[in-house]
């Protein structure tokens, strides 16, 4: 009886740990998910050694360090060694590693950091091991001025991940509408919200921006000539080219492949799904209804795509070959659905779905015919994106009041707000 | 001859009260000279009053700018019901005042601007604005207007005119407006 009494309390305090953490929103639901897949590799990543005499490589150590550690929480591959454990074993020297050290505290791969000036610039030298093999697994050096240590963070983190098999995105941008100059424009950022870069500037609206999969072109919707037009914007190049401009044109997506763009427009009088070529030349239409057919998302083969249609009277997600035949209904259980996304995996779609005026994000696993909610908020969280690894889905909601971009999880946990200035919506990362 | 004397004195005085007045008249001083002082007259300056005559109502409305007209806002908006596009009832004396309007200018040209309330989607309130519009142009056409007068728009749910987030701004928030964009 003692015993069950201990253990009540005991499991009463676990509980309260849990829900006494730093909680975003009084509404979300606490998810205790376990990882999908292989558990996270056990990563050490100890203070990079840099030249006492210089400020320049400390501040270089401090900040590459805690952008690297960020991008490795983040990232669900790797788990970081605690920091306290570090105490436990001696001092690493880059020049002598103790491995047996560093696995008796858990450590499969040790990443070593040295940075040292030469004139205004910093060189940054990272050694990755593999603890139990005692080898070098990797080794680069990068050479780099101020502005874009948060750069080289990214570019190690996305060694790391290439090394293990998983898709590198910490060097990806999220392309996104802001009003914070007045009116809506396209930006970009990095994956963590920082960088924040104004893209296009005019008095118009640009809108539902889109990239294509080596994040050279964005496709958006532009009302710069008086309508809704269709637009590819080359931002590494200063070039912009119109693509669809009668009617209303929207919702653009690259394939996959990045050889074709699928978009959404009422040039014929009722809104249908067209394919052009990625240069948006040779339009074709391959939907046939007279209800509204919109919201193309590309299968990660190519071959097949989900959109959102009301032909049978509410709007659900429906998948199609991408020559537009073979059309299934895959939604069920919502009377408003729309805004799919395919994952990058190929086997989930994530969707809004709208219950008594909220929006929330839903997943549709197409293997096992399941929808699980991701958010669980009394707002409106609205057009999901996938991370390039299908890991993370960024979003839009007006959680917070205003309307901004937000992170999230697969098995959602790990909210995060990207943005604050002005309000942020139809944020794109892949597809 | 007392009679006489009488008259004859009567005559003098008369006569010598003339005289004297004759005198006094001379002595009065000259009027004194102007003064410098005094303020010149106010001179009104006035451009001659046009009187035009009485303008036409056609008249009166090409002198005005496109956006005086629009101020006046000569055609009213319209409203939907939630997640619909069908044209309702009480819009339909609306239109056809739209319409007659649009009859007696014959000249004009009309934006239609569809638009939704926060509760769709981004994407699917960009269709749903369009066919908002689109059915608006069909009521005006089968009116008798014709549908080169008319260009349609959607803004989605980008434009709301009221920001609140009930219904009654919902219920306004679904439109469909007019904007002339030539006469």
């Known amino acids: 009886m003692k015993k069950l009494a201990v253990f009540s309390l005991t499991f009463l305090l676990v509980l309260l740990a849990l ?18 897949g292989v558990p996270a590799i056990s990563l050490a990543l100890p203070p990079f050694s840099y030249e006492a005499s210089s400020t320049q490589a400390r501040e270089a ?15 669900r591959v790797f788990s970081l060694v605690p920091r306290e454990h570090l105490n436990y074993i001696r001092p690493l020297n880059p020049r002598e590693i103790f491995f047996k050290d560093w696995e008796s505290i858990q450590t499969r791969i040790l990443v070593v950091g040295e940075i040292s000036q030469s004139q205004n610039r910093i060189i940054f030298e990272v050694k990755v091991y593999d603890v139990k093999s005692e080898r070098m697994i990797l080794g680069k050096r990068y050479q780099a001025e101020p502005d874009v ?34 009116n ?63 009617g209303t044109n929207f919702s653009g997506a690259f394939s996959p492949d990045g050889k074709k763009l699928a978009f959404c427009s009422t040039r014929d009088g009722n809104s249908e799904i067209y394919v052009a070529n990625a240069d948006g030349s040779n339009v074709r239409r391959i939907t046939f209804n007279s209800a509204i057919d919109t919201a193309p998302s590309w299968s990660p083969t190519g071959r097949e795509i989900a959109f ?6 509410t709007p659900q997600i429906y998948i199609m070959d991408a020559e537009g035949g073979n059309v299934r209904k895959v939604s069920f259980g919502g009377n408003y659905l729309d805004a799919p996304a395919w994952s990058p995996d190929g086997e989930r779609i994530a ?12 997943i549709l696993n197409l293997k096992t015919n399941k929808i699980t909610k991701l958010t669980e908020t009394s ?9 390039p690894d299908g890991r993370h889905i960024i979003f839009s909601s007006n959680l917070s009041g205003s309307i901004q971009i937000y992170s999230i999880d697969y098995d959602a946990s790990n909210l995060r707000c990207l943005t604050s200035q002005g309000e942020n919506k139809l944020a794109n990362w892949t597809n | 001859m007392k009679k006489f004397l009488v008259l004859f004195l009567t005559v003098i005085l008369v006569l010598s009260f003339a005289a004297s007045c004759k005198k006094k008249a001379k002595e009065v001083p000259p009027p004194p000279p102007p003064q410098a002082q005094e303020q010149p007259r106010v001179e009104k300056v006035e451009e001659p009053v046009l009187k035009e005559p009485v303008l036409t109502e056609e008249e009166i409305f090409m ?27 009480d819009a339909v004396p609306v239109l056809e005042a739209n319409a007659s309007w649009l009859k007696k200018h014959p000249t004009v040209k009309i934006l239609i601007e569809g638009h939704c309330d926060e509760r769709g989607t981004e994407e699917y309130n960009l269709s749903l604005g369009e066919k908002r519009a689109k059915s608006t142009m069909e009521y005006l056409t089968s009116l008798g207007i014709s549908a080169d007068r008319i260009r349609i728009i959607s803004y989605g749910k980008s434009q709301p005119l009221d920001p609140g987030h009930d219904e009654t701004a919902w219920a306004k928030n679904r439109r469909a407006q007019f904007l002339i964009i030539e006469k």
Do not use: C
Not at chain 1, 19 to 36: D, K
Not at chain 1, 308 to 313: A, I, Y
Not at chain 1, 351 to 362: C, I
């Open chain 2, 63 to 89: 002198r005005k700018t496109l956006e005086e007209i629009n101020q006046e806002k000569p055609l009213a908006m319209i409203h939907f019901d939630y997640d619909k596009y069908n044209i309702r009832p």
């Open chain 1, 351 to 362: 969707f809004v779905s709208r219950v008594d005026n909220f929006f929330d994000l839903y």
């Open chain 1, 184 to 246: 809506d424009e396209l930006y970009m950022m990095d994956y963590d919200g920082a960088n924040q870069t104004r893209l296009t500037f005019n008095k118009w609206r640009d809108y539902m921006p889109a990239w294509s999969p080596d994040q050279r072109a964005i496709a958006f919707t532009s009302y710069r000539a008086g309508n809704p037009d269709l637009y590819i914007l080359y931002p590494y190049e200063g070039k912009l080219v119109p693509v669809s401009t009668r």
């Open chain 1, 19 to 36: 829900t006494a953490g730093p909680r975003l929103f009084p509404q979300q639901e606490i998810v205790l998910t376990i990882r999908e």
């Open chain 1, 149 to 182: 240590y948060r750069l080289v963070a990214h570019r190690v983190a996305d060694e790391l991940m290439k090394l293990y098999g998983e898709k590198p995105f910490f060097t990806s941008k999220i392309v996104f509408v802001s009003n914070r100059d007045g």
């Open chain 1, 61 to 75: 150590a401090d900040t590459i360090h805690q952008v690297l550690a960020d991008d490795l929480r983040y990232s």
């Open chain 1, 308 to 313: 959102t249609s009301d032909r049978t009277g």
């Open chain 1, 379 to 387: 707002a409106r969280n609205e057009s999901p994106s996938w991370s």
